[in-house]
């Protein structure tokens, strides 16, 4: 288990990888962003990305699944109070790869609370070319060493 004082300003973790599939893409939307850009092949191909592409929501559930599995399990964290920024910098695709990483900006411990300090960190995203499809900036509570 880490902790507050075991993470270091300036770290950076790789956080792992998952290709998505046009059934996956598919069913995601379907429940949950049902656009005809991320459900319907006629109306993507018709639109501006030529295709059939990931919600957003999608792309962050995906990156937020190896966030929480390559970093946040297996430090002391207790949650989170959201996040400054979301960005979807570009379209994700049927058979793309996302792999992603942390990396420290900033911390500082509790002024009410000596049991826990806030770890700020930006996350990104990318495909398999390299190229950032999604970034958010975030503040976590982190559990201080017992």
């Not at 990888?17 to 069913?27: A, D, N, V, W, Y």
């Not at 929480?68 to 049927?94: H, I, K, Q, Y």
Request: net charge negative.
């Amino acid at each position: 288990m880490r902790y507050y004082e075991d993470i270091a300003v300036g770290e950076r973790v790789e956080l792992g990888s998952h290709t998505l599939s046009k059934e996956e893409i598919r069913t995601f939307a379907e429940r949950y962003d049902p656009q005809p850009i991320h459900v319907d092949e006629a109306a993507a191909e018709a639109s501006m990305y030529g295709g059939i592409i990931a919600s957003g929501w999608h792309t962050a559930a995906v990156c937020m699944r190896l966030l929480a599995e390559g970093f946040l399990n297996e430090t002391a964290s207790m949650g989170s109070p959201g996040l400054d920024e979301l960005r979807w910098l570009a379209p994700v695709r049927p058979g793309d790869t996302l792999s992603a990483s942390v990396e420290i900006l900033d911390k500082r411990p509790s002024e009410s609370r000596d049991d826990r300090g806030y770890v700020k960190n930006r996350m990104v995203g990318r495909n398999q070319e390299g190229d950032d499809v999604i970034s958010w900036a975030a503040t976590n509570i982190v559990g201080r060493r017992p």
